[in-house]
Each structure stands twice: as C-alpha cells, then as structure tokens.
C-alpha cells in the first residue's frame, strides 16, 4: 500500500519553488517532506526548489554540486546549498532526471 503526495506526481512536478526569503528560510524548512531537500537556484535573484533526494544519485545533478562546492565552498550566506546557475538551465537539467 502507498501514499501519494499532492502535486508530486510526475519528473517534472517534483520540483517545489518559492521565492526565498532570509526571514522564512528556517520556517520553510519544516516544509520538506521526507525524502526531498531543499537548494537554491538563480543568479540574481535565488529562488528555493524542493526536489527528490533521488537526484543525488545522477552524475549531472553531481556536477551541479561540485560547481556549487567550487564556488560557495560549505559556508554560504543562504544558509543552505546554493547552485550558481541560471533557473532555466537547472529545471531543464531536473526535468530530464528520473526520480
């Protein structure tokens, strides 16, 4: 027997965004459900997408991290994983992993 989570039905649907806010950041983040985690994308303007713990697992997701890690390092102001690409490039990126 399985759940389903409401509007986390399909690849493409498994992203969850807001606009991120220094204020809310730590209240957003009893809005992750088990299984997901949240990072920020964007290169001006940081948006916050919720997405599947299952990317971890692909070498191009991997590569968005190590880029991240090359340019924030593991203390970044946000407060939480950082991806320094555009928000185009990373939902076309996400749309092609499966989950």
Known sequence: MGFRLPG??????????????GNQTASKTLDIPKGYFAVYVGESQKKRFVIPLSYLNQPSFMDLLSQAE??????????????PCSEDRFLDLTSNLSV
């Open 70 to 83: 090359e340019e924030y390092g593991y203390d970044h102001p946000m407060g939480g994983i950082t991806i």
């Open 8 to 21: 986390i039905s399909s690849t493409k649907r498994s992203l969850i965004w807001s606009v991120s806010n």
